[in-house]
């Protein structure tokens, strides 16, 4: 039979075994989700101003917005003003569509007056 003593002894050190493993799971875990966090990030939405030359109207700026929004992983393209170089603000997952994909999107779209030019040009 355990006494007292001996039965208080075990008690305590089964509770600091206990605090051990408590404070090794919170740390794996404070780093594990750190880590996780971190692999979450091309999750993200990103997203980029494009600058095209070659829009003259507000049916060019429909047409390349429409064509780029249909790319899988771009969520918007908001066109600004029909000029010399319009600015499109276009919001985007990396982890799906890439840069290069848009600029195609927008390089490959027909024109206004001939579906079969491309007049559309990224301007760095």
Do not use: W
Not at 53 to 76: F, R
């Amino acid at each position: 039979m355990y006494t007292k003593f001996a039965l208080s002894n075990m008690l305590f050190k089964k509770l600091f075994m206990f605090k051990k493993i408590f404070i090794a799971v919170f740390v794996f875990t404070a780093i594990g989700n750190n880590l996780f966090a971190k692999n979450l990030q091309p999750l993200i939405d990103s997203t980029v101003t494009i600058k095209v030359k070659g829009v003259t109207c507000s049916n060019d700026l429909k047409t390349l917005s429409t064509n780029v929004k249909e790319l899988k992983g771009v969520s918007e393209c908001k066109p600004g003003k029909a000029g010399a170089v319009s600015v499109f603000k276009v919001t985007y997952n990396p982890a799906v569509v890439n840069i290069k994909d848009i600029h195609k999107a927008f390089e490959n779209t027909g024109g206004c007056s001939d579906p079969n030019d491309r007049p559309y040009k990224i301007k760095n």
